[in-house]
T-cell receptor
Framework: RKEVEQDPGPFNVPEGATVAFNCTYS??????FFWYRQDCRKEPKLLMS???SGNEDGRFTAQLNRASQYISLLIRDSKLSDSATYLC??????????FGSGTKLNVKP | DAMVIQNPRYQVTQFGKPVTLSCSQT?????MYWYQQKSSQAPKLLFH???????NEADTPDNFQSRRPNTSFCFLDIRSPGLGDAAMYLC???????????FGPGTRLLVL
């Protein structure tokens, strides 16, 4: 079983839509969780950290559900510029750090 | 601006010809990482340094080596690149292992 799993998508949504992605993880001991955004042929860039209490930054909301072992990212009022691949990441045992393979989002006019 | 810099951005090499990729950082972070990322896949951690303490992932091929001569610089050496080593190589840094990682722009390696 993979440490981190994401639906690869693509999620095709119209501008203005609300879209949500989940990322499941297998290591219940994981403490640090993140969402990164990666544009085509570019490096991942930190979008937001995910705290136990949730985290909101403008149109973006991240949540952590420890009981079900997943994190989520909600994007409201999608913009064309939100089109990208969204990677989740988290720490594991023995100082390891794991990335998901990403969920591709296409926002269409 | 504080940042993570990778050189070169694009590298073309021949099958079996050694290549070195470099990474430098002005963030003064303790931890530096090297990842390999292939199309539509997750970044795959090759190794990381916590200060001078080198940590190799168990499935990183022996063909890949790394050096960190000082806090600011880290190098990835691919001793005998194969066609399967063509990928984006990403360097990242963090202040501690469990903290946010900041990525450089990557080096795209092509093996002919």
């Amino acid at each position: 079983r993979k440490e981190v799993e994401q639906d690869p998508g693509p999620f095709n949504v119209p501008e203005g839509a609300t879209v949500a992605f989940n990322c499941t993880y297998s290591n219940s001991a994981s403490q640090s969780f993140f969402w990164y955004r990666q544009d085509c042929r570019k490096e991942p860039k930190l979008l937001m950290s995910v705290y136990s209490s949730g985290n909101e930054d403008g149109r973006f909301t991240a949540q952590l559900n420890r009981a079900s072992q997943y994190i989520s990212l909600l994007i409201r009022d999608s913009k064309l510029s939100d089109s990208a691949t969204y990677l989740c990441a988290m720490n594991g045992n023995f100082n390891k750090f794991y990335f998901g393979s990403g969920t591709k989002l296409n926002v269409k006019p | 601006d504080a940042m993570v810099i990778q050189n070169p951005r694009y590298q073309v090499t021949q099958f079996g010809k050694p290549v070195t990729l470099s990474c430098s950082q002005t963030l003064n972070h303790n931890v530096m990482y090297w990842y390999q990322q292939k199309s539509s896949q997750a970044p795959k951690l090759l190794f990381h340094y916590y200060d001078k303490d080198f940590n190799n992932e168990a499935d990183t091929p022996d063909n890949f080596q790394s050096r960190r001569p000082n806090t600011s610089f880290c190098f990835l050496d691919i001793r005998s690149p194969g066609l399967g080593d063509a990928a984006m190589y990403l360097c990242a840094t963090s202040s501690r292992v469990q903290e946010t990682q900041y990525f450089g722009p990557g080096t795209r390696l092509l093996v002919l």
